[in-house]
């Protein structure tokens, strides 16, 4: 006996507000079983009615091949498209060896104050330095994305960008002074994706002067360090270390931001 779906003369109870809602009330005969009552009430309703989408279906057993089934459309809350953000400044650590200055030095009596050219922590054989507390601005960035657009090549993007520095302008830093940390995604059931874009920033710097070298420039992230060597300081009549060269060096790889989906 085939499974029939009739729709009943009660049906189409209707709510008109800003949240509408229509119920469409069926009557199913000629199974007994549940799953059989589902997939046809699914297939005979439609998947709109008046604009609103099918958000449920119900039923419940009237007769030993007999159901009652209500299918309900109502709208949708509305997607959250806006984007939240949160920021943080705060400390990072970096090792340095050269001071911006020093401003002061003191010796035993009848001796003369060695000139090691602001190098931090100068022994005979090394420049020790010392860890110092930098600041560092970080930021994450939330979107709610289309899963059309969450694909597995863009994740794998995302994967790839990690770890890397913005080769154009981007949120008005310049090229190389943002990098991307990573990204959290998560989506429930059919729905869109949440995902969260973490980046920190570090400064373009030009013109640096250490010790007697002048015009340095170095990128937000690169990392920047010197080679010492020994002079004889006649002065102090004595050997001393000062920096000889300064050695600025590409850690982090270029990459397209423009690939991350979220603007410029």
Known sequence: MPVTVLEKWDSRDTTLAESSAVELRFLVTGTDNDAEVAAQVLLDSPAFYNGLPRESVTFAR??????????????????????????????????????????????????????????????????DGVDIVVPTYKWTET???????????????LFNLTGRVNQLAFRGFQPEEVLFEGARGSRRGAGDWEISFAFAASPNVTGLSIG?????????????????????????????????????????????????????
């Open 62 to 127: 009237i007769g030993e091949k007999e159901w009652e089934a209500t299918v309900r459309y109502a709208t949708q809350p509305a997607t959250d498209t806006e984007p939240s953000f949160t920021f943080e400044t705060g400390g990072g650590t970096a090792h340095i060896t050269q001071a911006i200055g020093t401003s002061g030095v003191y010796v035993a009596p009848g001796q003369t104050a060695p000139d090691f050219k602001n190098a931090i922590g100068v022994s005979r054989d090394s420049v």
């Open 143 to 157: 979107f709610r994305l289309p899963a059309a657009i969450v694909t597995s090549s863009y994740k794998a993007s």
């Open 212 to 264: 007697s070298i002048t015009g340095i420039n170095k990128k937000g992230w690169e990392y920047l360090w010197c080679r010492y060597a020994d002079f004889e300081d006649e002065a102090a009549q004595m050997l001393v270390k000062r920096p000889v060269a300064v050695i600025v060096n590409r850690v982090y790889p270029s990459g397209n931001f423009s690939l991350l989906g979220i603007g410029s």
